[in-house]
Nanobody, 122 residues
């Protein structure tokens, strides 16, 4: 198990920014690929961004490219999602994810966090 705890969600106006953090327990954080998914009311959970264990490779949902940036600090066991130019359609519960392989669209990760709400008002 890899306990994952998200923070940083909240209410922001359209055009604003938020930074989500996901802290992981344990000494093997750097061995996991990490990522973020989101689920809006009435919709399926969707992949948002992924990052390799080293941070060298990143992947994004097309609709967030250029606005969101995923990064990680292995010394702090933490992965981040910087979200800029937020839109009302970004409103969702955002979930941190960890995987022994990769975190990409179409592949359920091995571990999930509990989620943090992001609400973007128009």
């Amino acid at each position: 198990q890899v306990p994952l705890v998200e923070s940083g969600g909240g209410l922001v106006q359209a055009g604003g920014s938020l930074r989500l953090s996901c802290a992981a327990s344990g000494r093997t954080f750097s061995r996991y690929a990490m990522g973020w998914f989101r689920q809006a009311p009435g919709k399926e959970r969707e992949f948002v961004a992924g990052i390799s264990w080293s941070g060298a490779s990143t992947y994004y949902l097309d609709s967030v490219k250029g606005r969101f940036t995923i990064s990680r600090d292995n010394a702090k066991n933490t992965v981040y999602l910087q979200m800029n130019s937020l839109k009302p359609e970004d409103t969702a519960v955002y979930y941190c994810a960890a995987d022994h392989g990769t975190v990409v669209a179409g592949k359920p990760p091995d571990y999930w966090g509990q989620g943090t709400q992001v609400t973007v008002s128009s």
